[in-house]
């Protein structure tokens, strides 16, 4: 049955995400990102990351995406017009570029690089005493730092965003205020 | 209620998480939409997400889950920041295509 | 048949059919008191307004709903000529959704929940935060400027009053140490985390109604306003959808209230096994409140509610973690006298933001100066 699940949400993942990537309206493809981001929280939930998936919902499908809606909204765009023959030309190398690599990646993998030295969190450990409780012990304990640090980047990118989207006052504003 | 049964081997999952992040890699070469590219950027942050969360599974480690709260914590401030970059540049260029953003000029 | 009785044996496919007889009760209960609670909205707001409701459908006007139904399956549907028809179609399905969604974690009795997930408080976050997909999309899809305003300014409120009323979860969180709802009430049989967190429970009602899009935060949508807001452009049962969606909102937000705050299904003199009863006695009188401080008080200006969702609630918010974090490492032990310190504390924070806020969210006296400055 997880195998099911899995072939389920990963058709979605790679079919939206292909979408994203191949239609023309930007709307279109924020909403289909959407559905990839759902998927892949799903996809974590088959993994029994319970914490991580539903914060993929909450931060990246909840929030980041709105963002992005409300910035397409704002800038009122109209369906992508992509002709002409340079356009013809990278689209054949951006695909024969992606599809080279991929060809590379599966030939160069090697399944005993994926085995490596087993934690201590098995799945039984982890289900006893559930996913968030033992995912915030870690935090709080290991990752105490990178964990506060992140509060630093998160004050940073709030001032930076306030201030870079207020824009510049044009000289005419300058002069009435 | 018990946990789920035995999945698909890790590689699967690493395949899925390549197949994603190529797809990433091909939005932002091909499309010259900003917002485009950039959502195809967070399409490649979620892939190896993906990948972090299939090896803390697999390797019975909860690194893997800590390490994508940080992820997704830096890919939320850098849309922020970079969003508000694209409205200030749309506010001067009156275009996001980033062909057309060619002259420092402004 | 003898295939589904093999299929019946497996504990997992037990499992899933339960769970799927659980959800069609959920489902049909809800969209009955969905109908219900309009009905009742339009009584209370009749005498609230010193008039009798409506009173001419059935007995008591017990009908009304069956016939609003009925009208709406019969109105003529249009779709504005250049709207984009895939999300003008589903935008009103995406208003439901989540809320139904959200409905499956509520514990209604001692062992009454569809499904115990031991991250439940996050669901609910994760689904109200998607709730503001419907709006948005429906105003832009509508291709109507007061919509797309009304869309984007509601969805702004929305997303602004999110943060406080995650934050505003936090308390009873750490309270009971687990974000399982069944746990959280499990965690109350005692003392209900009211007392303890008043001012949690009172930032967590006001940022329902913003929420909800409910006054006094319903600027969006205001007939007076915007038009109509959001939804200026649907009609007939996409109409409904977006109603219905609204209402079930509010019955899922209060429902979690209960959970969160109420103490669920417990109380006194009845047997455990009838919780339910109690759960929804708690849930009836919230519904009562919310329908209540509608029709009572004025609406908001969009520039005093978003300064006093930022300015005031989410400050509040933050300190009320900070002062449950710090009351909880001097008083671990569950019981009254912690009880009764973080209510005190809580009334010294609710005391400092009622003398803050009148600097903090610009009041009539401040536009008419800044208009005459200009």
């Known amino acids: ?177 | 209620m018990t946990p789920l049964p035995a999945g698909p081997p890790l590689a699967w999952y690493l395949g899925l998480s390549a197949v994603v992040f190529l797809i990433g890699v091909v939005g932002v070469l091909v499309r010259r939409n900003a917002l485009i590219i950039f959502m195809s950027i967070e399409l490649m942050l979620n892939a190896a997400n993906l990948a972090f969360v299939a090896f803390s599974h697999y390797l019975h480690s909860l690194d893997g889950q800590i390490f994508v709260f940080f992820v997704m914590t830096v890919a939320a401030a850098e849309v922020a920041v970079g969003l508000a970059i694209i409205v200030n540049l749309f506010r001067l260029r009156e275009t996001v295509y980033v062909d057309e953003v060619n002259i420092l000029k402004g | 048949m003898g295939a589904l009785a093999r299929l019946l044996q497996q504990p997992d496919a037990r499992f899933v059919l339960l769970a799927l007889l659980k959800i069609v009760a959920i489902l049909f209960g809800l969209l009955t008191v969905v109908s219900y609670l309009i009905y009742l909205e339009r009584k209370i707001a009749g005498h609230i307004q010193a008039r009798p409701g409506p009173n001419r459908v059935g007995p008591l006007g017990l009908l009304q709903p069956a016939a609003d139904v009925l009208k709406l399956f019969f109105k003529e549907e249009f779709v504005p000529a250049e709207a984009n028809k895939v999300v003008f179609h589903i935008a009103p399905m995406l208003a439901v959704i989540p809320a139904l969604i959200s409905f499956s974690v509520v514990p209604m009795g001692p062992a009454i929940t569809v499904t115990d997930v031991n991250v439940g408080l996050l669901v609910f976050l994760s689904m109200s935060s998607l709730g503001v997909y419907a709006i948005t999309l429906g105003g832009w899809s509508s291709n109507n400027k007061y919509a797309l305003l009304g869309g984007l300014r509601s969805s702004a409120q929305m997303v602004s009053y999110e943060l406080a009323m995650g934050m505003s979860t936090i308390g009873p969180l750490l309270l009971a140490g687990s974000l399982s709802l069944v746990g959280i009430v499990n965690a109350q049989r005692a003392i209900p985390f009211v007392v303890h967190q008043p001012l949690a429970f009172l930032i967590f009602m006001i940022t329902a109604l913003a929420e909800t899009n409910r006054a006094p935060f319903d600027l969006p949508e205001a007939e007076s306003e915007l038009v109509a807001g959001f939804h200026t452009e649907y009609s007939s049962m996409k109409w409904g959808f977006f109603f219905l969606g609204e209402y079930a909102n509010i019955i899922v937000i209060s429902a979690i209230a209960v959970t969160l705050f109420l103490g669920g299904w417990s109380g006194p003199w009845l047997p455990e096994s009838l919780g339910f009863v109690w759960f929804f006695a708690k849930l009836g009188v919230l519904l009562f409140v919310f329908m209540w401080v509608r029709w009572t008080f004025p609406r908001f200006r969009y520039d005093q509610l978003m300064a006093f969702g930022w300015k005031v609630l989410l400050p509040l918010a933050l300190a009320n973690i900070l002062a449950t974090s710090a009351l909880l490492f001097f008083i671990p032990a569950p019981g009254w006298r912690q009880a009764w310190a973080m209510f005190a504390g809580s009334a010294a924070l609710f005391a400092l933001a009622v003398a803050l806020s009148p600097r903090l969210v610009p009041s009539r006296v401040d536009l008419l100066a800044r208009r005459e400055a200009a």
């Open chain 1, 1 to 177: 049955m997880t195998v099911a699940l899995f072939a389920v949400f990963a058709t979605v993942l790679v079919a939206s995400s292909l979408m994203v990537v191949l239609h023309r309206h930007p709307v279109t493809c924020a909403l289909f990102l959407v559905l990839a981001f759902c998927s892949l929280a799903a996809l974590y939930l088959v993994l029994q990351a319970q914490f991580v998936a539903l914060v993929q919902i909450l931060v990246y499908a909840g929030a980041i995406m709105v963002l992005f809606l409300f910035v397409l909204m704002y800038l009122n765009l109209k369906r992508d017009l992509e002709e002409g023959l340079h356009h013809q030309v990278r689209r054949v190398i951006g695909w024969g570029m992606g599809g080279l690599l991929l060809v590379e990646g599966v030939l160069l993998f090697r399944p005993e690089w994926a085995v490596g030295p087993l934690g201590r969190e098995t799945p039984q450990a982890v289900h006893a005493a559930g996913n968030t409780e033992m995912v915030g012990r870690l935090l709080y304990s290991r990752y105490l730092f990178p964990f506060e640090l992140t509060s630093l980047v998160l004050l940073v990118a709030m001032v930076g965003a306030v201030v870079i989207g207020k824009g510049r006052r044009r000289r005419g504003d300058e002069e009435a205020a």
